[in-house]
């Protein structure tokens, strides 16, 4: 009895451990908080949101735990009344670290753990570079409304902030340097925090000790490299997608679950549509594109890719908005994006009946229903 008594005692430790190690801890004590804060969990690598969470606050001090394997995103709003009083404050949630911020909502700081002391340092070390690209901003907005030529103003905001962005770069990859064996420098390769192309992350990621890349960060720098290897492969498919060579084939499940081809709808032209029911152009643009689908039904076929979509709200997107033709699903392992290069939404791509691509549009742009015009007159 004894024995098994000490078992019990002993498995309670065990597990009672293994839960304080995924514990998260974040408190505040903020001026300007109002009668509570509402707490957004995202996934830290994909920004996609986990679950909401309702804190209370008591004289501007509100705490709350979080049960968490791995890194997750938190952007906090705080409410007073039925509104939103302020801007979101982002915190990144990590397992085993305690998050405390302090001073005013508007202005707070980041203290606890040693990670959220380096991490405050961090966004001190940027902020600078940061007003610089709203000061940007703002002067670009000014000009624009004085009256100034779109185009000369649009160069000089990409000349300029090209040269925030490298200074912004020299920073990150500085402190990298210095803290090569900071969890902290992993931050830099948050998708939020992601604007370099692809050889100069990999040439600050080489720049990590091991010990952060396979501790606590891991997650975080798997993922980008992912990303990394995908747009490496992105930018290295989209020279097979142009005018005039083969439409590359895909298999996706329609809206009834069943596999439908690309190939499948060989002998008429074929539009395949990138879109998304949170893509405020791919909506803006379906009347027409309904439209010209009854216009030349005899003639061509849409098939539409839904991207970035729950499969609920995909459907429900199709029956709400009426989208008569054909639609597949893109789930999460599936290429075909990455098969089509495609890096903005929407994107079209016409297909011709032989199988070979006829053209491609990117953007809701009436060129594209002068081309059909043009190719059915």
């Known amino acids: 009895m004894k024995k098994l008594f000490a078992f019990i005692l002993t498995a309670c430790a065990m597990l009672s451990a293994n839960a304080q190690e995924n514990v998260f801890r974040l408190s505040g004590q903020l001026e300007e908080t109002g009668d509570s804060v509402i707490m957004y969990m995202a996934d830290a690598n994909k920004m996609s949101l986990i679950d909401s969470l ?3 606050v008591c004289e501007n001090a509100f705490e709350t735990t979080l049960d968490i394997k791995e890194p997750v995103a938190l952007v906090l709003y705080s409410k007073k009344g039925e509104a939103l009083n302020n801007e979101p404050i982002q915190v990144l949630a990590l397992p085993q670290e305690h998050c405390i911020l302090t001073g005013k909502w508007s202005e707070y700081e980041m203290d606890g753990s040693q990670f959220y002391k380096d991490f405050n340092e961090v966004e001190k070390m940027s902020e600078s570079i940061k007003k610089e690209a709203e000061e940007l901003i703002a002067e670009c907005q000014k000009r624009l409304e004085a009256g100034e ?3 000369t103003v649009v160069e000089y905001y990409q000349t300029n902030l090209g040269t925030i962005l490298e200074k912004l770069g020299k920073s990150q990859t500085d402190f990298i340097k210095a803290n090569a064996d900071n969890d902290v420098a992993a931050v830099m390769f948050l998708p939020t925090a992601s604007y370099m192309d692809s050889e100069k992350t990999m040439e600050m990621y080489a720049l990590l000790s091991d010990k952060v890349k396979n501790g606590k960060m891991k997650p975080i720098l798997d993922a980008a490299i992912a990303r990394i290897n995908e747009e490496m492969e992105r930018k290295e498919q989209a020279k097979n997608i142009d005018e005039g060579k ?3 084939d895909f298999t996706l499940n329609d809206i009834n679950g069943k596999p439908l081809s690309l190939s499948s709808l060989r002998g008429k032209y074929v539009i395949i549509d990138f879109w998304g029911s949170w893509c405020g152009w791919c909506i803006k643009g379906m009347p027409k594109m309904k439209e010209y689908y009854a216009k030349y039904a005899d003639k061509l076929e849409i098939l539409g890719v839904d991207c970035g979509d729950s499969d609920e709200s995909w459907k429900n ?6 989208l008569p033709w054909k639609h597949v699903y893109h789930t999460d392992d599936s290429n075909v994006t990455t098969l089509y290069a495609i890096e903005g939404f929407p994107t079209k791509i016409v ?3 032989q199988g070979n691509i006829a053209k491609v549009i990117v953007g809701e742009d009436p060129a594209f229903y002068e081309y059909l015009d ?4």
């Open 54 to 56: 309702s804190i209370v």
């Open 149 to 151: 030529e779109q185009e």
């Open 246 to 248: 083969p439409a590359p």
């Open 317 to 322: 997107a199709v029956k709400q908005h009426e």
């Open 351 to 353: 297909v011709d009946p």
């Open 374 to 377: 043009e190719l059915f007159k």
